[in-house]
């Protein structure tokens, strides 16, 4: 009776060793080089014209991949400005025409099969088509074409449906649409047309990355595609420079203005400047006409002022904010406030019982002595000085007995 246990349990082994490695067999079989979409559906052409439908080839691998050959199963359909070899590399995806061309009416099938080292060596994209003598239902125009687009914008273009049987109407079963940068609007399937009557859709192209892109909209019921493309244009970015990197407006008088030129360059795209603001209330813009724009690759030009309430070196930041992708843009700022000054120098007594001189001065009238204490240099330096002010200078020596001589000749300065 205990015989069959072993078998039993051999068989639960078996069953959970095989749940195990499906995953990784699994994962295995993901394709290194795609196709998007995967299968082309061409619907009604009429003999003799042709339609052209977008694929994305893409090597998903980690490894460069190398397409030998292409070929397709049917002479109905063809690649086309395709050379091989063609090489991707990792990550790399290409845009390839697929054309079909009936030469006779009935549906065609086919398959277009891209030869490669990628770990599936053999990508097949199926394909198939419907040659007509003439399109019950037609769409004008047969293609859309978008041009170029800027990346994160979008364009919106009409496509008119045209029930060509006067008398008879046709029913549009649904609506399948290929290309993710695509949508449709204008209608709602199923809907019938009746003979004759037009119908209006919109074909919008929303590009989410540079470069060439492609589509369609595949009509169920008469079996119509139309194809789209488009181009995403990458958009530079606006960026804003300030020269020069710092304003140094070097010594400037407390409580008068100096002022330095700053010049705005835009580059990428224009730039428009919405504010400017001080982080000192010394430093202000002083022609600022706001808002700004500088059209890319130009430049423009604001005045700042440097107004000192102290003596000694400040400095601050002018903050610009714009639509450039650095904003908001800092500007440095350094200038230094100083007092006015005179600074005095004589010649020396030939008296040896000199001991120092007084310095004296005056506007008008008298004089009155502006040092504090005897001074035994012959140089001195007058820091209560007046901007846009005259002064009159003179000297006196004095001996070790404290006698003062009379003044000296007198020289004029007249402060800036």
Same mark, same amino acid.
């Given at each position: 009776m205990r015989l069959p246990q072993p078998s039993i349990q051999a068989l639960s082994a078996l069953v959970i060793f095989l749940v195990m490695i499906l995953p990784f067999a699994v994962q295995a079989a993901a394709q290194q080089l795609t196709?998007?979409?995967?299968?082309?559906?061409?619907?009604?052409?009429?003999?003799?014209?042709?339609?052209?439908?977008?694929?994305?080839?893409?090597?998903?691998?980690?490894?460069?991949?190398?397409?030998?050959?292409?070929?397709?199963?049917?002479?109905?359909?063809?690649?086309?400005?395709?050379?091989?070899?063609?090489?991707?590399?990792?990550?790399?995806?290409?845009?390839?025409?697929?054309?079909?061309?009936?030469?006779?009416?009935?549906?065609?099938?086919?398959?277009?099969?891209?030869?490669?080292?990628?770990?599936?060596?053999?990508?097949?994209?199926?394909?198939?088509?419907? /040659?007509?003598?003439?399109?019950?239902?037609? %769409?004008?125009? #047969? *293609? =859309?074409?978008?041009? &170029? +687009?800027?990346? @994160? !914008?979008?364009?919106?273009?009409?496509?008119?449906?045209?029930?060509?049987?006067?008398?008879?109407?046709?029913?549009?079963?649904?609506?399948?649409?290929?290309?993710?940068?695509?949508?449709?609007?204008?209608?709602?399937?199923?809907?019938?047309?009746?003979?004759?009557?037009?119908?209006?859709?919109?074909?919008?192209?929303?590009?989410?990355?540079?470069?060439?892109?492609?589509?369609?909209?595949?009509?169920?019921?008469?079996?119509?595609?139309?194809?789209?493309?488009?181009?995403?244009?990458?958009?530079?970015?606006?960026?804003?420079?300030?020269?020069?990197?710092?304003?140094?407006?070097?010594?400037?008088?407390?409580?008068?203005? /100096?002022?330095?030129?700053?010049?705005?360059? %835009?580059?990428? #795209? *224009? =730039?428009?400047?919405? &504010? +400017?603001?001080? @982080? !000192?209330s010394q430093f202000a813009v002083a022609n600022g006409k706001l808002p700004l724009t500088i059209a890319a690759g130009k430049n423009g030009f604001l005045n700042v002022t440097f107004t000192p309430k102290t003596s000694g070196k400040s400095s601050g930041t002018l903050t610009f904010v714009s639509n450039a992708a650095d904003s908001p843009t800092p500007e440095s700022m350094t200038g230094t406030g100083t007092t006015p000054f005179v600074t005095l120098s004589w010649n020396a007594s030939n008296s040896p019982e000199v001991t120092g001189y007084n310095v004296y001065r005056k506007t008008t009238g008298s004089y009155s002595k502006i040092n504090s204490k005897l001074d035994a240099q012959t140089t001195y330096s007058d820091t209560s000085v007046t901007s846009g002010t005259t002064y009159y200078y003179a000297t006196t020596a004095v001996n070790s007995s404290g006698k003062e001589s009379g003044l000296s000749s007198s020289v004029e300065v007249t402060v800036p």
């Open positions: 196709g998007s979409p995967a299968s082309l559906q061409f619907g009604t052409v009429v003999v003799g014209q042709t339609e052209t439908l977008l694929v994305a080839l893409t090597n998903h691998g980690q490894s460069s991949v190398k397409i030998s050959s292409v070929s397709a199963s049917n002479q109905g359909f063809k690649i086309l400005n395709f050379t091989t070899p063609q090489v991707l590399a990792a990550g790399q995806s290409i845009e390839v025409k697929v054309e079909f061309a009936p030469l006779l009416s009935g549906n065609l099938n086919g398959g277009i099969t891209f030869v490669s080292n990628a770990s599936n060596a053999n990508l097949t994209l199926n394909v198939a088509g419907d /040659g007509v003598a003439s399109e019950t239902v037609s %769409a004008n125009p #047969a *293609s =859309v074409s978008f041009g &170029s +687009v800027n990346v @994160g !914008s979008s364009s919106t273009l009409p496509v008119v449906l045209a029930n060509n049987n006067k008398s008879k109407s046709v029913t549009l079963t649904g609506e399948q649409i290929t290309g993710s940068a695509f949508s449709v609007s204008g209608a709602t399937f199923p809907l019938t047309m009746a003979g004759g009557q037009k119908l209006t859709l919109k074909v919008t192209f929303n590009p989410r990355a540079a470069g060439l892109a492609g589509g369609s909209s595949f009509i169920s019921g008469p079996g119509l595609t139309i194809p789209f493309t488009g181009t995403g244009k990458a958009v530079s970015q606006a960026e804003l420079t300030v020269s020069p990197a710092t304003l140094n407006f070097g010594n400037v008088a407390v409580g008068e203005n /100096g002022t330095v030129t700053a010049e705005l360059i %835009a580059s990428g #795209a *224009s =730039v428009t400047i919405s &504010s +400017v603001s001080s @982080g !000192s």
